[in-house]
């Protein structure tokens, strides 16, 4: 979406004084500026006024006669939410200031005499925040008529283009929280945009969300600064958007299949997501961590080949938390690995992908604030000596040598069980069964 910044675009600005000269002084301080004046003299004249134009700005002396300041900008507000209201006083008069921010939602108050400055870059603010707010609704609007086509053309699929919705609802509330605090609002606009990417994957490989939680508790439990963990979530959230161009075949793909087919497409989503979002200024800083969340310890990874300390520390965190998520999702490997084994292969390659220093920390938190099923809860992992007749396999098994053994789906019997703890034997491995939670619960019951 394009937005139009405040020199770019023509706002009305309403002054109202009940000194004429103070009104003068006002319009010589903004003339030049982008802006069509308005001036009135008293409340009521500001009122007839304001039903007659659109008005973007609100400059109002706090006392006037009949009608003071903050009664005209509680009116205001009550006709239009959308104006910026700003009040002038030359008193400090804590119960009337009180008054304009409780009832008038003033954006700001200035002390008379004014600095013209501060009363520029005021104004200048207030229009700016006016933009942005307009610019989220608008985003919003999108994001609704985008699930609405989803669910036109997915019939079979409802229940989930539902759930969907309401995650962008859910979204949407949280934008409306943080609606006085900017920064904030950028961080949950990303997780709008991460929803993109899952609208083409099946639930179990839709990461960006468990990535967030991961990155979040790690921030938590580290001491990271507010707007460290304000870029790492940024960055959890759109790390894979440059994965939208590529067919379905390559997001069902394993990154272990892809780097050997597909290599030159794989290596560069990176480099993408970044170019996607470099017009974002608020996300410049999450971008670089996106750049380079697949560099590696060693020097191995990409797009840049970085190294050790040459990699931002947050992108080697981001890095940690994708692979703990897409190592059990089927991402990284041709196969799923629950989540004692992932733990396993961060040790195993510390100081080859990972820095090492990072490692038992990472570790820590997502043994104690992580529960065992965070990937999917509607999953139970077994192993074979604790199988049922009648439980359903939730996703396929294979052995250790990477042949298909039984299909995702599969009804578990007595004949097949024990065929699978006899193959046990003979494989010398360990079997991880995934199964489907509900009938695993039924069958223990």
């Not at 229009?127 to 919003?140: G, P, T």
């Not at 990535?211 to 707007?227: L, N, P």
């Not at 992108?315 to 196969?335: N, P, T």
């Not at 003979?426 to 199964?435: E, L, Y």
Request: charged content about 25%; some cysteine; proline content about 3%.
């Amino acid at each position: 979406m394009n937005t139009v910044s405040v020199s770019d675009k023509r706002y009305t600005v309403m002054l109202v004084d009940d000194e004429e000269n103070i009104l003068n002084s006002l319009r010589r301080v903004l003339r030049g500026k982008p802006y069509d004046l308005l001036l009135a003299t008293s409340g009521a004249q500001a009122l007839s006024l304001f039903e007659l134009h659109h008005v973007d700005l609100i400059v109002s002396d706090a006392r006037m006669p009949v009608m003071d300041g903050p009664t005209l900008l509680s009116e205001v507000y009550r006709r239009d939410p959308e104006c910026m209201n700003i009040l002038l006083t030359g008193y400090a008069d804590v119960s009337m200031i009180t008054k304009a921010v409780n009832e008038g939602h003033i954006f700001r108050y200035l002390s008379k005499p004014w600095d013209d400055e501060e009363l520029m870059l005021t104004l200048e603010q207030a229009l700016e925040m006016q933009s942005v707010r307009r610019d989220r609704d608008a985003l919003l609007k999108q994001a609704d008529k985008h699930n609405e086509a989803l669910r036109e053309l997915n019939d079979s699929l409802e229940q989930r283009v539902k759930a969907r919705t309401e995650e962008v609802q859910q979204t949407a509330d949280m934008l409306d929280l943080a609606y006085d605090e900017l920064r904030h609002s950028y961080v949950t606009s990303t997780e709008v945009f991460s929803l993109l990417v899952n609208q083409r994957l099946p639930r179990v490989r839709q990461t960006n969300q468990r990535v967030i939680q991961v990155v979040r508790a790690y921030c938590t439990h580290c001491g990271f600064s507010e707007a460290d963990s304000r870029n790492l979530s940024m960055a959890a959230a759109l790390y894979n958007i440059g994965k939208l161009g590529w067919s379905d075949t390559m997001l069902l793909g394993s990154a272990d299949l892809l780097l050997r087919k597909d290599t030159e497409a794989y290596k560069g989503y990176p480099g993408k997501s970044e170019a996607l979002l470099m017009a974002l200024e608020p996300l410049q800083d999450a971008n670089r961590l996106i750049r380079h969340h697949q560099e590696h310890w060693d020097g191995s990874g990409f797009p840049d080949r970085l190294k050790e300390q040459a990699i931002p520390l947050g992108a080697r965190v981001l890095k940690l938390a994708i692979d703990f998520v897409e190592l059990q999702c089927g991402l990284v490997l041709d196969r799923y690995l629950t989540r004692d084994e992932v733990l396993v292969y961060l040790r195993q390659h510390k100081g080859h992908f990972y820095d090492p220093a990072l490692i038992e920390g990472f570790i820590e938190v997502c043994t104690r604030y992580l529960p065992e099923n965070f990937i999917d809860p509607s999953v139970k992992v077994l192993d074979v000596r604790r199988l049922l007749p009648g439980m359903v396999l939730d996703r396929n098994l294979n052995a250790s040598n990477g042949m298909l053994l039984l299909n995702e789906g599969k009804v578990l019997t007595a004949l097949l069980i024990e065929k699978l703890t006899a193959f046990e034997a003979v494989d010398g491995g360990h079997f991880t069964v995934f199964i489907r939670a509900d009938e695993a619960a039924e069958q223990v019951s």
